[in-house]
């Protein structure tokens, strides 16, 4: 079975770092594009990080370049880096695997496997 298992949220200060991790299990990692997914409360969910299994471009709305990172190990496990952190950035993040097409790589109707998500609180 295909399990993603998201975690390393948590509380932090505005302006701080955290790094969430997503363990998957269950099939081959490689061939699966990544994502990670933020819903902030109320909201809906956006993406705002992926990286592409074909050639690991990496896909950002502009208002995360310079701000997140997404990358993979070889340990089967999805980063994300995240640093100058505002309150806006509430919320919960979800990580998924896909085979998205490439003009819709922060699409999540793209991906077929998520994470339970994990839950990031910025303070101000």
């Known amino acids: 079975d295909v399990q993603l298992q998201a975690s390393g949220g948590g509380l932090v200060q505005a302006g701080g770092s955290l790094r969430l991790s997503c363990a998957a299990s269950?099939?081959?990692?490689?061939?699966?594009?990544k994502a990670w997914f933020h819903q902030a409360p109320g909201k809906e969910r956006e993406g705002v990080a992926s990286?592409?299994?074909?050639?690991?471009?990496q896909y950002y709305p502009l208002s995360a370049k310079g701000k997140l990172t997404i990358s993979v190990d070889n340990a089967n496990t999805v980063y994300l880096d995240m640093k100058n952190l505002t309150p806006d950035d509430t919320g919960v993040y979800y990580c998924a695997v896909g085979h998205p097409h490439e003009d819709r790589m922060r699409d999540e109707h793209e991906y077929s496997y998520w994470g339970q998500g994990t839950e990031v609180t910025v303070s101000s």
């Open positions: 990286i592409s299994s074909e050639d690991g471009s």
């Open positions: 269950g099939f081959y990692f490689d061939d699966y594009s």
